[in-house]
């Protein structure tokens, strides 16, 4: 995480979980970048990556996906995995900041 | 003459149960085991083995080894919890909706305000003005 902030990059995890179940994540994960809290998936919506009835109960939720956004608001990369067990391999991400100068 | 209890089989099985349910909490906190579970594969292939060599000298030698009916019943579980395992690797963890509809490299990320864990309104704009670039991590979450 530090070489992402070394590099003046912010990790931000967003899902449909509450702030208080996102807080039992972070703790028993010890993350500590910040985790937002997305309940109705209005941005997930946005962004189009809803997964609709993925939840339980038929619950909408998000698909499992990265954006790497330049200071100008910009979406500079992105990564749409097709299985849930696989994400973005922080290296990837890096490659991509380290892409962002021009 | 005094059979032996056919431990083969047993330890067999317990690798195989082993190997089911550690991939979970264990093997995907890593990537190298999360993405492709060689790991899991590994235990289920020991598992198997060793019950392969238990249930072969309960029938070879079943004067010296019992477990002839147990071990053939647990080689068939092991078979089908082998099975499920696969097909949840390989069918369930790709039931997710294909990324067409996303948004792609060159547009504008719309902008968004939501609350982080302790309750506060965070701003995507204030987020992008501390920082050279923000990476958003969209996850399915815990419900």
Known sequence: MSEFHDRGVEVIAISVD?????QKLCQSRGYSF???SDPDAQVIRQYGVLHPKG?????????PAEFLVDTAGTIRWVNLTDDIRVRARPEAVLAAISRLRS | MKRHRNILIWAGF???IVALVSYIPIFTLFPVTRDIPWANYLLFLLGGGLLAVGVKRAFRDPEHYRGKIAGSILAVLSVLLFGFFVVSILYFGKQIPS????LRPGQPAPPFVLQNIAGKQVASSELLKGHRAVVLVFYRGYW
């Open chain 2, 99 to 102: 990324g067409e509809r996303a």
């Open chain 2, 14 to 16: 317990t690798v195989v």
């Open chain 1, 18 to 22: 509450s702030p208080a179940e996102s």
């Open chain 1, 55 to 63: 939840g339980a109960e038929g619950k909408d939720i998000a698909r």
């Open chain 1, 34 to 36: 910040p985790f937002l």
